[in-house]
């Protein structure tokens, strides 16, 4: 397949620094009061792993094949919605102070 | 030529999908910007995952008879793994949010080893660095799910004590070489094909069981305080080995996203090592309650109890206030009555402030989401670093249900556990009210010098309870305040 990116040795340890690096470096920056979503932010973001889940069930060839794909798409369906779910809410909950502003965000009483 | 668009189509959607994760990551950098930020990871989520589908078209021949029911298994398990998630996501409490965390990133890890073990039960993996690489991701995503799942059990408190024997750490030791060894004779077998493959399914069921035993091992020894840093190592596994399937099925989303996500993770775990005063390895290898102090020397000073009426209208006549609060307050769910006597308080004039220690909850920043999902602005909630020198200058200091992050031994005493972790220095204000349930010391099990202290008095009791006696004592002085 010509088409096909083959990504080997070198190539991937630089994806692989680079990738790292990059992270230290964007969640270096995150303020300590936002730890706990981005940690489940982060934890949405592997869930990315998914996508690999379906590429293996979708290329299975046999019943055991199936069923171990089966898990991984369902778990890491699992991760990626929980990941999300649980960290927009937490997020949702962040809010500045309401005297500041003309009050709108404040909460009835 | 068929195969070509699709092809196209997924590796655009996998670029776009590993550049908005990384600006929605970023937009994390802020509070305002935060809730943004997830939203446009999500969409890149989906992007990828609905792009994935486009592989129909690309299977591989062995795969084609059984193209129709993988496409009904994988839509179902999408559908039916993402749904749960979501519905228990959306449900769960805030306090419960470390279990629940731990339990996706343990059903990350498991994902990341099933796909391992697809690539090795099928026979696909050529080459001995695609075997290697296999196996290593194997390992670290079967001991992210089991330890995780130990974690998760340990928070919710299912399991409820350190489980130690003694030649633990030989005995980890042991599974783990041993799991080395099965891992180097699989990739052996892969290389040279001499084993028989029934034996070779046989070795990858072993290497499989031994890993997800030594997870359960590494876990079971670690005490309760020592859980947000397990999480944290755990997040940053389940990255690693996701980046390193992502590798083995050459999908550079999964290497990009998996290393972004091992390297946060990596982080955050320094930074609580580092908010404890302890090594990653000491937090792994060793207890807290274990390291046990000689008595230390008799207490000056002594306990004085007071009424929280008195307390209250005590804080209502200060002009500057700083909050400590702990895992005891969440424990009481007292963050909505603490948030009403604060709200009472700032309408009497008094300046209102939080501080929050990195430790306090049960993983990193949990504290900060506790007082935001009461309500109170992130304005007003002030980190370690940034507040500390203000409580030299600050009327009153009131402290709910934290106990070691505010222990001057970490200061003075060099024979105490928490010696050299940063504290916040609440013994330095002028009048300090200490909320907390009974005389019993805190997770470390050590005396703290500042309930002792002359400027310091204590207020037991339930912090639900004593905060709505506060805010009956301060509302009863029917001033200004009826906010």
């Not at chain 1, 340890?13 to 936002?34: E, H, K, N, S, T």
């Not at chain 1, 979503?37 to 889940?53: A, E, K, T, Y």
């Not at chain 2, 994988?74 to 805030?94: D, Q, T």
């Not at chain 2, 390297?263 to 792994?284: E, F």
Request: some cysteine; hydrophobic content about 55%; charged content about 10%.
């Amino acid at each position: 397949m010509p088409h096909q990116i083959v990504i080997t040795g070198f190539v991937a340890l630089y994806i692989f620094v680079l990738a790292a690096f990059a992270g230290w470096v964007i969640i270096g920056r995150v303020p300590a009061i936002l730890h706990t979503p981005l940690m489940s932010g982060s934890n949405f973001v592997h869930g990315i792993v998914v996508v690999g889940g379906l590429y293996a069930l979708l290329n299975a060839s046999s019943v055991l094949e199936q069923t171990i794909g089966f898990f991984a798409v369902l778990l890491g369906a699992g991760n990626a919605a929980g990941g999300y779910a649980v960290t927009d809410r937490m997020l949702a909950m962040f809010q500045p102070s309401a005297e500041k502003s003309d009050g709108t965000l404040r909460k009835s009483e | 030529m068929l195969t070509l668009l699709p092809q196209f189509t997924i590796r655009i959607a996998d670029l776009a999908a590993a550049f908005l994760f990384m600006y929605g990551l970023k937009r994390m950098s802020s509070p305002v910007t935060a809730p943004s930020g997830i939203f446009v990871a999500g969409i890149g989520m989906a992007v990828a995952i609905l792009a994935t589908f486009l592989y129909i078209f690309n299977v591989s021949d062995a795969a084609k008879p059984f193209l129709a029911v993988n496409v009904v298994l994988a839509v179902v398990a999408l559908l039916l793994g993402g749904a749960i998630a979501w519905w228990s996501g959306k449900r769960v409490a805030m306090t419960a949010m470390p279990q629940m965390v731990a339990l996706y990133n343990g059903m990350g890890g498991g994902a990341a080893g099933a796909i391992a073990a697809i690539e090795l039960f099928g026979q696909h993996t050529q080459g001995l660095a695609t075997a290697v690489v296999t196996l290593l991701g194997a390992l670290i995503g079967a001991v992210s799910l089991s330890g995780s799942l130990i974690a998760w059990a340990k928070l919710d408190g299912v399991l409820d004590k350190p489980l130690r024997f003694r030649g633990q750490q030989a005995f980890n030791a042991l599974v783990l070489l041993m799991v080395i060894l099965v891992g180097g004779y699989i990739v052996f077998a892969i290389q040279t094909a001499t084993a028989p493959i029934i034996a070779t399914r046989h070795l990858i069921s072993l290497f499989f069981g031994l890993a997800l035993i030594f997870g359960i091992l590494m876990t079971l020894p670690i005490g309760g305080a020592d859980m947000p840093v397990v999480i944290s190592i755990y997040n940053a596994f389940t990255g690693m080995a996701v980046g390193l399937e992502g590798f083995v099925l050459q999908n550079p989303a999964l290497m990009i996203a998996g290393m972004v996500v091992g390297a946060a993770g990596t982080l955050l775990t320094l930074l609580m090592a580092k908010a404890m005063n302890r090594s990653v390895a000491n937090i792994l290898f060793t207890n807290f309650g274990a390291i046990q102090t000689e008595q230390q020397g008799e207490m000056k000073g002594s306990l004085k109890p007071v009424d929280a009426a008195d307390a209250g209208i005590f804080m209502r006549y200060a002009s500057s206030l700083i909050i400590v609060p702990g895992y005891g307050l969440a424990v009481a769910q007292g963050q909505q009555k603490l948030y009403e006597f604060v709200k009472l308080l700032q309408a009497a004039g008094v300046s209102v402030r939080f501080a929050v220690h990195p430790v306090a909850g049960r993983m990193p920043g949990q504290m900060d989401v506790l007082l935001a999902e009461a309500g109170v602005p992130y304005d007003m909630i002030f980190q370690l670093e940034d507040i500390n020198d203000d409580f030299a200058t600050t009327d009153v200091t009131l402290v709910i249900g934290a106990n070691d992050v505010v222990n001057p031994a970490a200061r003075t005493e060099k024979t105490s556990p928490i010696f050299g972790m940063p504290i916040l220095n609440a013994d330095k204000a002028r009048k300090v009210y200490v909320v907390k349930r009974g005389q019993g010391a805190g997770y470390a099990g050590i005396q703290n010098a500042l309930f002792y202290g002359d400027n310091c008095d204590m207020v037991y009791g339930d912090a639900q309870a004593v905060l709505i006696k506060m805010i009956e004592a301060v509302r009863g002085l029917g001033l200004a305040a009826a906010a």
